[in-house]
């Protein structure tokens, strides 16, 4: 495997941040239009379960956009620092897992678009983990 300078390995950490940020925006204003939707859909009779399960997904969606914005920003902010890189490399693992997590469940859809996405939802993860890793090495 080719050797990285810290200036790029910090550069690799610094894009996924960058994209796990906007991915984090982007997640947490459509769980705001499904937890509106969803409780539009509560008011109807017939669609009450259809519209809390349709809720609970914009709120499990605004959550996970929260979660990916905070990360970006802890790895936009240790690829400027020196030190060990601890948080952004153990978060790094924890969204490496739940892109897994994201990969194997959308096998299970049977949909090209949903294992695309669970596909994107690991790469990016594991680009932040790589960044924060290499950075982590070269501390040590």
């Known amino acids: 495997m080719p050797s990285y300078s810290k200036k790029s390995n ?3 950490l610094r894009i996924a941040s960058i994209i796990m940020i906007v991915w984090g925006v982007i997640d947490f204003i459509a769980g705001i239009f499904l937890t509106a939707t969803g409780g539009a859909l509560v008011d109807d009779v017939e669609m009450d379960v259809a519209g809390a399960a349709v809720a609970i997904f914009g709120m499990a969606m605004i959550c996970a956009g929260i979660v990916n914005a905070i990360v970006g920003l802890i790895g936009m902010k240790s690829a400027k620092q020196d030190g060990p890189h601890t948080v952004a490399f153990v978060l790094g693992i924890i969204t490496t897992l739940g892109g897994l997590f994201t990969l194997f469940s959308s ?22 983990l790589y960044g924060a890793y290499q950075l982590r090495k070269e501390a040590a």
């Open 10 to 12: 910090a550069e690799i």
């Open 107 to 128: 096998f299970g859809s049977g949909d090209a678009g949903q294992v695309v996405n669970g596909i994107i939802g690991l790469v990016v993860p594991a680009l932040y």
